[in-house]
């Protein structure tokens, strides 16, 4: 049974609290739908694909192969002598099994102005290595960025020449670039309790842009999605691909640069996507050609391995109201705003959609809900419909606690030995 994709969407975007997202669905290779929720969103509008752009390095990869030009099992050492992993396999560091660190020596390269290759090489020396060869999966971006860096020296071109030159060319895909236009999508991070947004930084990663640099629509990720379906001659045949789709023991849902995620009774491939401030998800069924394609402009907030089966109807489509970024908190909302602790069990007070969501930290569910009604907050959901949310100060002014038809809300876990604030009793 399909889903209605626009159903689906808007609740990804509530859910998720998502300043905007767009989507594509594609149906046995062609598009079939487009939409996008939140403000200023626009389903040609440029986000940042972060990690999807690791499957774009690994074509490169495999097209040297196929060319003659190294072999999987080739080690590191031999292709770049001063790498610190030189025992490393290129298959190894497709797959994320060579037992590579995650992420390189240094600052938050996500989030950091991008250092050169010979910086890179020399700050990641090999002690930062967590496994042995094939010991088990872990994911790492540095061995993406070195994957990226073996490419070019072998072709005497950029990583990103390559790029544009051997596969965006060829596929048509003229939306994807390395640096974001100017009319892209901001990236943002949204305050978990105000619900406020927050700039994120665009920074230019350079030497580690193979693992996650790149910029592109949801229309040109579907023509990367049919190119991962069923190949292209000017890039790589659809057997070469077969062989990226199946996984890597020991992974079982990664193959050579590409994700395995099962739905029901078949499998789709592709990648998920994430830097600060954005998120992706980009997926595809080889053999029917379906495809679905996802962009947001937060930084948490979208669950990507469930997109795919909520957009190709193999699974249930939450209910969710459209959320919106907060512009002001009111005075009287502020300072019951965070964590507080009814008892021992905690509970996250947020202001979403003009009114204070409380919600079980245990559970995610939510237990109450809030509105301000002339100055005080007022329950409209939930036991507490009705009941008046108090603020107790101190003698100076300060928060002490909260009070709610004697439930008592304190900002740490209650202490057996002393008296909840007010007298009232203890949660039963």
């Not at 050579?256 to 995620?261: F, I, N, Q, S």
């Amino acid at each position: 049974m399909s889903a209605d994709p626009d159903a689906v969407l808007a609740a990804v975007q509530g859910q998720g609290k998502l300043p905007s997202v767009t989507a594509a669905v594609a149906r046995t290779g062609s598009e079939a739908w487009v939409g996008a929720a939140g403000a200023e969103s626009d389903p040609d509008r440029v986000y940042r694909i972060g990690s999807i752009t690791k499957t774009m390095t690994a074509v490169l990869v495999l097209q040297l192969r196929d060319e003659g030009l190294l072999d999987l099992d080739d080690r590191v050492g031999g292709l770049l002598p001063e790498a610190g992993y030189g025992d490393a396999t290129l298959r190894g560091l497709l797959s994320h099994t060579a037992g590579m660190q995650s992420e390189p020596v240094g600052s938050w390269w996500e989030r950091s102005p991008g250092v050169d290759v010979p910086t890179l090489l020399a700050a990641n020396d090999g002690a930062g290595r967590v496994a042995g060869a094939g010991e088990y999966y872990h994911y790492s971006n540095l061995g993406y960025a070195l994957l990226g860096e073996i490419a070019a020296r072998l072709r005497g071109r950029s990583w990103w020449h390559l790029v544009q030159e051997r596969l965006l060319t060829p596929l048509g895909m003229t939306a994807t670039t390395y640096l974001p236009p100017a009319d892209c999508a901001p990236g943002r991070s949204v305050d978990h309790f105000t619900g406020r947004l927050t700039p994120e930084p665009h920074a230019d990663t350079v030497a580690m842009a193979p693992a996650g640099q790149l910029w592109s629509n949801v229309r040109d990720l579907l023509k990367w999605a049919d190119f991962l379906a069923v190949g292209h001659p000017d890039v790589l045949p659809s057997s070469t691909l077969e062989e990226m789709a199946d996984p890597v023991p020991p992974a079982d849902g990664y193959g050579l640069g590409l994700r395995c995620v099962p739905m029901r009774d078949r499998t789709l491939v592709g990648h998920t996507g994430s830097m600060p401030g954005f998120q992706a998800c980009l997926f595809v069924d080889r053999q029917s050609r379906d495809a679905v394609a996802v962009l947001a402009n937060a930084t948490t907030g979208l669950r990507p391995e469930r997109l795919p089966g909520l957009f190709l109807g193999d699974g249930p489509v939450p209910e969710c109201d459209p959320w919106a970024p907060t512009a002001s908190v009111p005075a009287e909302v502020e300072p019951v705003l965070g964590l507080w602790f009814w008892g021992n069990t905690g509970e996250s007070f947020e202001w979403s959609n003009e009114e204070l969501v409380v919600r079980d930290l245990r559970s995610g569910e939510v237990d109450y809900r809030f509105g301000l009604v002339d100055g005080r907050l007022m329950g409209t959901a939930g036991y507490h419909r009705g009941e008046r949310l108090d603020v107790v100060r101190r003698a100076d002014g300060s928060v002490s606690h909260l009070e709610c038809a004697t439930f008592v809300y304190t900002r740490t876990p209650y202490d057996p030995e002393a008296p909840i604030p007010g007298g009232h009793p203890r949660p039963s």
